[in-house]
Each structure stands twice: as structure tokens, then as C-alpha cells.
């Protein structure tokens, strides 16, 4: 008997997993096309699974807001050895040269996924 139980208690833990990563794919599709769904109107109706259901839907939101859902689009490789302005190199778009010392350069830059300004320490390659 006890196993019995224990089988269904599965089988219902798989079906809630499902729903739950189902809406959060659909919340985050919504995100990503310029929607603002509201965590509580995906909650309406789905008490069975509102208590995995609400920390899902906050951690997609961030992770979309922040641009970790998606991959930034692809971009070609720097086309010199050194960055120039406009230049992508991951998360950051290359505004300028700050400073240049023994190790590296220092560039302004811009990092994407949270729009702030910020130093993007490149270090030289040395020669073998």
C-alpha cells in the first residue's frame, strides 16, 4: 500500500513539473516579445501548483530582465587584435580606450544585458 502511494505521489510530482515548466517557457516567450505578464494572473486558477509555480515564474523573470535567458545574437570575431569602439566582446560594446599599461589596456565600455557603463580590462597576449 504504502508504495502504491508512493508511486502516485510521483507521477503527480512529474505532472505539476511539467505544467510548471510549460508556463514559465510561455511567461518567458511573452517577456522576450515585449509583453509585461503579471506573476499573479498566472498564478489565477493553478492553486496546485502555485507554490513551485511562483519562485519559477520570479527566477525567469530576472533571468530575462538581466538577458540570460536568451543568448545575445551572433556576432563576428574582432576583426583587429584590439578592440575599437563599437566592438562587441561578450556582454560589453567597446565605447573607447581609458588607459594602456604593462598589462593590458583599459577600455569604457558598455555592458548590455543590465545598460550601465563600465572598465573592461583586456590583458596583452605575451609572446612565447
Not at 53 to 61: E, G, N, T
Amino acid at each position: 500500500m504504502a508504495e502504491s502511494q508512493s508511486s502516485q505521489d510521483t507521477s503527480c510530482f512529474d505532472a505539476v513539473d511539467q505544467q510548471v515548466s510549460q508556463l514559465c517557457d510561455q511567461f518567458a516567450d511573452e517577456l522576450r516579445g515585449g509583453k509585461q505578464p503579471s506573476i499573479e494572473e498566472y498564478l489565477v486558477g493553478r492553486s496546485a501548483c502555485a507554490d513551485r509555480l511562483r519562485p519559477a515564474l520570479m527566477a525567469v523573470q530576472s533571468l530575462v530582465l538581466l538577458g540570460a535567458v536568451a543568448p545575445p545574437p551572433h556576432r563576428p570575431f574582432l576583426q583587429s587584435p584590439f578592440p575599437q569602439p563599437g566592438d562587441i566582446i561578450g556582454d560589453f560594446q567597446v565605447v573607447g580606450v581609458v588607459s594602456r599599461g604593462g598589462m593590458g589596456i583599459v577600455y569604457e565600455a558598455i555592458q548590455l544585458s543590465l545598460q550601465r557603463v563600465v572598465a573592461l580590462k583586456v590583458l596583452a597576449l605575451l609572446e612565447p
